[in-house]
């Protein structure tokens, strides 16, 4: 039987990691969840067919779904590594019986793949303070690379094994970082991945949208007031940043913060101090503090939009994500990845994945990134009836000739290919009358917040 108090086996290049499961097991889907995120993946039906083809000793892992274990006697000690249980019909007493049994986790069937990734890597990261765990220092680059992954972030592109790799160098410090990357790369993802891999993982992360507060209201919201400060001030309110202390606070879109409030966040970095509105005394704070942006600060200081001190304070170390159409076949990875997680979220049979449907997602730009592919996804999910996903689908806006009139109905005398920027413009403001927000967004395969940035952005006031 595995005993959970003796470190891992030792971790070579590829973690070795072996599924038991009867035919029609939903923990199949797991082998492929596994084998492209890194892992070496076998598979059987039994525990004694297990033990007769596989060496049992270079297995770091066992997957076992409950069903392919004998009810009359049920003996988990076969097995030299952890195992983790699966059971489609989960209950208190089976869970108490598997753990008895030295189980080292029992879990409920069917799960996702971002859950079974976490507790996998949460396995092997159990004992990663042994020093025997790693055999070099690239198979521990390796394994915090896998912990990133753990976090909801996917490549094996270059690009993002460049990321991933500044990830793992200051994963372990309380560095200020700054986050740059075009709308909907997925930059709150990696603030969440640097928190959970620092030593504040324990602590509360903060998250705060810079650009979703409004102006007059986001110095209260981050900084607290005092009872009277302002109208409506009945009491007295810690902000965000104090709600942070001893954590990690993201500000997101840190170029849409007012200078007011520059000012006041400069003094948190500098002093590490915070003084609410309309207070005369400070309270001292400790912070890990990541901001994101898609806006040049650079430019933005040139221009007196943004504090040059600021901005020299937030710079100290920068993440950049490269935007998705420079990606390679991260692109099919993601979007295979997505597809599983609607046909879950819609209670849909799985779609199958074709090399048409690969094709129109590799041959679209994706303006809106990793955001715009996961809505077209969805949409196309949602409007598939048979058992593939049509690429037709996933109604992806394309470029249209312009018109030289602007009076509804009449003749176009002259065709041009529109730029993305005047599609946008024109697609907003020919169905802003007719559409919410939210409908308009959707019809443009991006967010709300991605619409209110190109509304910014190409001066289009709402209706």
Request: aromatic fraction near 6%; include cysteine; charge should be neutral.
């Amino acid at each position: 039987m595995y005993n959970r108090d003796l470190p891992l086996p030792m971790v070579t290049k590829m973690q070795n990691i072996l599924l038991v499961f009867p035919t029609n097991s939903p923990l199949e889907e797991a082998s492929l969840w596994l084998s492209r995120n890194g892992f070496n993946v076998n598979c059987c039906n039994t525990p004694q067919q297990a033990q007769k083809e596989h060496n049992l000793s270079t297995i770091d892992l066992m997957l076992i779904d409950t069903l392919a274990l004998p009810v009359t006697h049920l003996d988990l000690s076969f097995s030299p590594c952890p195992i983790i249980t699966f059971d489609t019909s989960p209950s208190v007493e089976n869970a108490t019986l598997f753990m008895k049994e030295g189980a080292y986790d029992y879990l409920p069937l069917p799960t996702t793949e971002n859950r079974l990734l976490a507790k996998v890597v949460e396995v092997f990261d159990k004992s990663s303070a042994n020093t025997k765990l790693f055999a070099s220092t690239g198979s521990k680059a390796e394994f915090l690379h896998l912990q990133i992954l753990a976090n909801g972030i996917i490549g094996n592109s270059p690009l993002m094994q460049d990321l991933f790799n500044d990830m793992q160098k200051i994963s372990s410090t309380d560095v200020t970082v700054l986050i740059r990357g075009e709308s909907g790369t997925g930059k709150e993802l990696v603030a969440k991945a640097l928190h959970n891999l620092s030593k504040r993982k324990k602590q509360p992360l903060i998250s705060v949208n810079c650009a979703a507060i409004p102006e007059n209201l986001i110095e209260s919201e981050l900084f607290g007031h005092e009872k009277g400060a302002f109208t409506g001030a009945v009491s007295a309110r810690d902000g965000l940043i104090s709600a942070a202390n001893k954590g990690t606070l993201f500000l997101d879109e840190i170029g849409e913060l007012p200078v007011e409030a520059q000012a006041r966040l400069l003094r948190v970095l500098q002093e590490g101090e915070i003084r609410r509105v309309g207070a005369v005394t400070s309270t001292k704070v400790d912070i890990r503090l990541v901001t994101a942006t898609h806006r040049d600060l650079k430019d933005m200081v040139s221009k007196g939009l943004f504090r040059e001190d600021l901005y020299y304070r937030l710079y100290v170390m920068e993440l950049i994500l490269p935007p998705l159409r420079d990606r390679d076949n991260d692109i099919s990875l993601i979007a295979e990845t997505l597809l599983y997680k609607s046909c879950e979220k819609h209670h849909k049979t799985k779609l199958q994945y074709t090399k048409e449907f690969d094709q129109a997602i590799r041959s679209h730009n994706w303006p809106g990134n990793v955001r715009e592919l996961e809505n077209a996804i969805e949409r196309a999910t949602i409007l598939s009836d048979s058992h593939k996903i049509d690429p037709a689908n996933l109604k992806i806006p394309k470029k249209i000739p312009t018109q030289t009139h602007a009076i509804e109905g009449s003749e176009p005398t002259t065709k041009a290919i529109l730029t993305l920027d005047e599609y946008l413009k024109h697609t907003i403001l020919a169905h802003q009358h007719t559409l919410t927000e939210t409908q308009l967004a959707l019809s443009l395969g991006i967010s709300r917040k991605s619409l209110w940035e190109r509304r910014k952005k190409l001066k289009i006031d709402k209706k």
